[in-house]
């Protein structure tokens, strides 16, 4: 069984640029969920996808966008980066009813 | 909307002996799940343990056991027979549903657990 696989591990940007962070379900687990954790902090709920449709959101600006594939894999997309976007932003997978699976993340650092 | 508490920002136990983070929520709803999540400095979220809030009895799994409150909105972890491994941050969460039937997780800001050999 194959977990969940976020890439790359780390990254680094400057303000105002894109970043696009990817990641991969286990296997077969069809919803996405991502996760922003600032230092310190407890994860933030991003938005959820279920089946390629957005299916939740959390308190974030409209920069933050996604893409859920057929493979059911996804992608985090974010515009004009501010360094309050620094980050550790976690993808999750699950199937009907199941807990969350985490990956190990993405360390996103806006300089 | 619905709140987590964690009032423990350190806590620190023996190698071997039993300690108890604490949990707070609020919430409006009746029927929801509790998990604690365990994430090491390998930064992957670890489920620990999870409750339904249905269920009257406490879920326990080997060491790790929960003593849930559902009147006061409590959800504590005990970890029985504490080992090195079990050293990490401690993320109590609750599983609420957006509108249009999707779940998130709400989570407290974390307990980091030190054990001591």
């Known amino acids: 069984e194959t977990g969940v696989t976020q890439s790359p591990t780390h990254l680094i940007k400057t303000r105002g640029q894109q970043v696009t962070l990817r990641c991969s379900s286990q296997?077969?687990?069809?919803?996405v969920s991502w996760y922003q954790q600032a230092l310190g902090q407890g994860p933030q709920f991003i938005f959820q996808?279920?089946?390629?449709?957005?299916?939740g959101r959390g308190n974030f600006p409209p920069r933050f966008s996604g893409l859920q594939f057929p493979n059911y894999s996804s992608e985090l997309n974010v515009n004009a980066l501010e360094l309050d976007d620094s980050a550790l932003y976690l993808c999750?997978?699950?199937?009907?009813?199941?807990?969350?699976?985490f990956g190990n993340g993405t360390r996103l650092t806006v300089t | 909307a619905q709140t987590v508490t964690q009032s423990q920002p350190e806590m620190s136990v023996q190698e071997a002996e039993t300690v108890t983070l604490s949990c707070t929520y609020d919430?409006?709803?009746?029927?929801?799940?509790l998990f604690w999540y365990k994430q090491p400095p390998s930064r992957q979220m670890i489920l620990v343990i999870r409750?339904?809030?249905?269920?009257?009895q406490n879920a326990t799994e080997n060491r790790f056991s929960v003593n849930f409150q559902k009147a006061a909105k409590s959800f504590s972890l005990k970890i029985s027979d504490s080992q090195l491994g079990d050293a990490a941050m401690y993320f109590c969460?609750?599983?609420?549903?957006?509108?249009?039937?999707?779940?998130?997780?709400?989570f407290g800001k974390g307990t980091k657990l030190t054990v001591n050999p």
């Open positions: 999750a997978s699950s199937w009907r009813n199941s807990p969350l699976h």
């Open positions: 296997s077969g687990h069809n919803t």
């Open positions: 996808y279920y089946r390629e449709e957005e299916n």
């Open positions: 919430t409006s709803e009746s029927d929801y799940y």
């Open positions: 409750q339904e809030a249905y269920k009257q």
């Open positions: 969460a609750y599983r609420s549903e957006t509108q249009g039937g999707s779940e998130k997780l709400v």
